[in-house]
């Protein structure tokens, strides 16, 4: 982003004076009375749009009744009242998602214009409907984010209004015309520019030394952060937008559920989640940076500016573990949003779950481009020659089926260009079409040995002949003249087909019903499932020789495996594939009749379910006026009703559907996507709108990329947008200074991104002997938990010890209780796997455990107030793309980092502090 001078200007806190505050950025306004003022004036409003909030509530669970209680017999009148319906609902479940943090903001505008932001846009019906509140999303409220000193925008002063519940607890004002910069700010690093063009131009040197100063900070002063001396080089002040009520975000403990940052979006930030770009956006930033957050905002900006076409397609997102998904999922129902399918790649193909672990080498073998040719190569092996010729007796003659009948048959069905499965009745049409013309031959034969002349004692036998009777008038006829007319009507008989279409006919009828000879078609070219596909492939040593020559021998025994074991995740992208080259088997069409049937059931269950919303009620606020759908009708006939109604959301339908195509799609982690993964992705996103976010330096995975241009050059060319974010939202700049070091041990050239704030912990480092690694953790885990009051730990360990350390979460986290997150426990969103398949219980608990054990790649995406790395030595030397995993493991936390290890300390990591 370009750089920005630095902006003159004052800001004022309306905080009482005894409440605690994390930046000082503003000069507090002196009289308490003065802030209690402003609080009751915003306290007034927003208790005045709690109350048009709940009118507007109301009035869609009476509509919403209303509409399900017709009983409309017309299909047409039928389709008009669901329609009614589902909009009604939508505005409820939306009414419910923005109830908490309604109101966040307001913009005081330079000509006296005042304009409330907030979660979604409130209009005020008595008075011409002038809007009350302005969705976040609005161009209006756009300078909310993004205005500065140096660019006001037209705006006096900004202000942050914090809420619990229906409650105002905590204002945040930044005069934005006037005043000078404030001093003494605790926490908040004095720097010189944000950028990605200037970023870029880092050179190492630069960066090296950046992160020099930052620990040359840390080290002279760890026990007063807040006032130390700041590093050189890294974030401007002014350049935030809400200091205090970013930073005050920040400091929070981490619950283990992301949350959305309407409030204190970033302009750099802004940029993005509001970009017009059609086509694919690549956002690419370091650890901490806000990427996740920003692509879920983005993809709630799209819902809202592109309603229409996305509520219909759908919008799909991609992240890079179960945990992460569940770390996310609450994010855009807070926001109002619901129409988002969120999946892992190993769980985008319909109906598996791809969760099983597997080699490296299996794993980055499986990803690569290739496998579209061993692939192609599995199917046309399937199609197969028979090796003995097959003879079938059908009416009174035989059939040979033989490599003169399959060959031109297989061939035929290949020249069609159609999947597999699709091809097989052209197949199957062209054997039993030879068969039978074997057939009819062998009949020809046979009556070309029949000598014509013989033929007059039994030529009734022959077709026609009774013609030639006809012709004749018996009385008039002489012998010779018979049987002349006899044989004029056998030999044109005889040059006729021996057997005409009815007989023909009636042959291949027999041909299809044989058991034998379908057996043998099966066997020929059998209709395949991908599932089916893969399996027999990976089981088979031969099969897989003869599909992937090119393979190395240890490569494909990394493939090889036995069935039943589970999917991994790299398999699923290859079912995909599979699947295009299969096309469907016309067997599941049956399957899908079936499902039908159950699906309807199951759609009546939950029209049933859709009383308990209308009667649930607001809580704090019980409406009695509002007619209750329970009133007046059972669940049961309810749920009758309503069978026809297809409730799935979108999101849902588009998980069990594998050829659905999205409206647009966003990538999370999208460094780790192989090539096969990215087309698969791609097949889902024929329009090409897509957000990719990601970070290079943190590739982990074998198959994974080091360069956007690389990975998107055989779907758009150069036809994508970069966009880079440079500021750590995370982790403290004392941290960072240790990653950037293992970051330029990877290099090439890629510079950390510049942390907002310092922590004040001190990241240390521990030696001990093997015999004491599990007793001595377990205390460090506690200590360092009890030091984070109450936040998440996590213990990062490399995967040859996860095992071994996994029992360390039992002791540890008798601290306090697993947090959840009551009141959130539907979340609105889809996951894939919630949507077709069960979950398994103690994977998801990476989201939500006080103290877990993880692996690099568990850890993906997520963070934790405190993190221990174990044995980074090994993390290192486990994967070839070991360097990208520390540092990763390294910048999860936001606060304390300590590193514990048996083996040698990788000297990369010397500068951490000896913990005593
Ligand atoms: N503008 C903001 N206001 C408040 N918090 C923010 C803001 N931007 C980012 N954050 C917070 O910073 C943290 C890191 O954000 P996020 O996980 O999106 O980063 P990331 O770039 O995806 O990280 P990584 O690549 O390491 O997974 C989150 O807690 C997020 O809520």
Not at 221 to 230: E, R
Not at 432 to 439: D, G, P, S, Y
Not at 503 to 516: I, T, W
Request: one cysteine or more.
């Amino acid at each position: 982003m370009s750089k920005e001078t630095v902006p003159a200007r004052s800001a004022d806190s309306l905080e009482p004076r005894d409440e605690p505050r994390v930046n000082h950025n503003e000069t507090r306004v002196d009289q308490k009375a003065d802030a209690d003022d402003e609080r009751a004036l915003e306290q007034r409003y927003l208790t005045m749009l709690h109350e048009r909030l709940d009118g507007l509530r109301a009035t869609a669970a009476a509509g919403l009744a209303e509409a399900l209680l017709r009983d409309d017999p017309e299909p047409g009148a039928r389709a008009d009242r669901d329609a009614v319906a589902a909009r009604h609902a939508d505005q409820l479940t939306r009414v419910d998602a923005v109830r908490d943090r309604l109101m966040f903001g307001r913009l005081d505008l330079a000509d006296g214009e005042r304009r409330y932001i907030g979660r979604m846009g409130l209009l005020d019906p008595d008075a011409d409907y002038d809007p009350l509140l302005i969705d976040w999303r609005a161009p209006a409220a756009r300078p909310f984010y993004l205005a500065t000193g140096a660019t006001p925008l037209g705006v006096a002063r900004r202000r942050h209004i914090r809420t619990v519940g229906r409650r105002v607890t905590h204002l945040d004002d930044e005069t934005l015309d006037t005043g000078a910069l404030g001093d003494g700010v605790l926490g908040l690093l004095t720097l010189d520019g944000l950028g990605a063009a200037e970023d870029t131009e880092d050179t190492a040197e630069e960066a090296a030394e950046d992160r020099e100063a930052a620990w040359a900070t840390v080290a002279a002063s760890p026990a007063s952060p807040a006032t130390a001396q700041t590093p050189s080089g890294e974030v401007a002040r002014g350049t935030l937008v809400g200091e205090a009520a970013l930073l005050n975000t920040l400091a929070a403990h981490r619950t283990g559920r992301m949350r959305d940052i309407v409030a204190t979006i970033q302009s750099e930030q802004d940029r993005i989640i509001r970009s017009d770009q059609d086509g694919i956006l690549v956002v690419d930033g370091g650890p901490g940076t806000g990427k996740t957050t920003v692509a879920l905002h983005r993809a709630a900006f799209l819902l809202y500016s592109r309603r229409e076409h996305l509520a219909r397609r759908g919008v799909l997102i991609i992240g890079p573990n179960p945990a992460f998904l569940r770390y996310i999922e609450h994010v855009l129902p807070s926001l109002g949003e619901t129409g988002v399918l969120l999946s892992t790649i190993g769980d985008l193909f319909p109906g598996i779950r791809g969760r099983q672990p597997e080699s490296t080498l299996a794993a980055a073998v499986k990803g690569r481009s290739a496998m579209v040719d061993v692939l192609t190569a599995a199917v046309r092996d399937r199609q197969r020659l028979p090796d003995i010729p097959l003879e079938i007796t059908v009416a009174d003659g035989v059939a040979r089926l033989d490599e003169t009948i399959v060959v031109p048959a297989r061939a035929a069905a290949r020249l069609t260009g159609r999947p597999h499965n699709l091809a097989r009745p052209v197949f199957v049409r062209e054997v039993i079409a030879a068969l039978t013309r074997q057939i009819a031959d062998r009949y020809e034969t046979s009556i070309d040995e029949v000598d014509i002349p013989d033929f007059v004692d039994d030529f009734m036998l022959w077709p026609d002949t009774d013609a030639a009777r006809d012709n004749l008038d018996d009385s008039e006829a002489n012998d010779a003249d018979w049987a002349s007319a006899a044989r004029a009507a056998a030999t044109a008989a005889a040059s006729q087909p021996v057997l005409d279409a009815a007989d023909l006919a009636d042959l291949r009828r027999d041909l299809s019903s044989d058991p034998r000879l379908a057996a043998a078609i099966d066997g020929l070219w059998p209709l395949l499932t991908p599932q089916d596909l893969l399996t027999d492939l990976f089981a088979d040593d031969d099969a897989l020789r003869r599909a992937a020559p090119d393979l190395t021998a240890a490569e494909r025994a990394a493939l090889r495996r036995e069935p039943g074991g589970g999917w991994t995740p790299a398999d699923a992208p290859l079912l995909d594939e599979a699947a295009e080259l299969l096309g469907d088997d016309p067997r599941l069409a049956i399957d899908a009749a079936v499902a039908e049937q159950l699906e309807r059931r199951e759609r009546a269950e939950y029209a049933g379910g859709v009383l308990d919303i209308l009667s649930r009620g607001d809580t704090e606020d019980p409406d009695g006026e509002v007619l209750m759908a329970t009133d007046l009708i059972d669940a049961d006939r309810f749920g009758e009703r309503h069978a026809e109604i297809d409730t799935r959301s979108t999101a849902e339908r588009a998980a069990a559907d594998r050829g659905w195509t999205f409206g647009h799609v966003i990538v999370d982690e999208a460094q780790e996507l192989s090539a096969m993964a990215w087309r698969m992705v791609m097949r889902r996103c024929p329009s090409r709108s897509m957000t990719i976010v990601g970070d290079v330096a943190q590739t982990g995975d074998a198959a994974g990329t080091s360069s956007w241009a690389r990975v998107l050059a055989p779907y758009v060319g150069t036809r994508f947008v970069l966009e880079r974010l440079t500021v750590n939202y995370r982790t403290g700049a004392e941290i960072m200074a240790v990653a950037g070091d293992v970051l330029a041990m990877q290099g090439r050239g890629l510079r950390a991104p510049r942390s907002v704030r310092r922590s004040g912990h001190v990241p240390w480092r521990l030696a001990v002997p093997e015999a004491d690694l599990e007793p001595r953790l377990a205390r460090l885990v506690a200590d360092e938990h009890a030091a984070c009051g109450g936040g998440r730990l996590a213990v990062i360990v490399p995967t040859s010890r996860r095992e071994q350390l996994a029992g360390l979460v039992g002791s540890a986290a008798a601290g306090p209780a697993a947090s959840g997150d009551p009141g959130t426990a539907e979340t609105g969103t889809t996951r894939a796997d919630a949507a077709g398949t069960a979950g398994t219980a103690g994977e998801d608990s990476a989201a939500e455990d006080p103290v877990v054990v993880l692996t690099v790649r568990e850890a993906k995406g997520l963070e934790f107030d405190a993190v221990i790395v174990v044995e980074p030595e090994r993390i290192l030397a486990e994967s070839p793309r070991g360097a990208g995993d520390l540092y990763v493991a390294l910048t999860r936390p936001t606060n304390q980092l300590g590193v514990v290890h048996v083996e040698e300390l990788p000297a990369v990591l010397d500068r951490l502090r000896p913990r005593g």
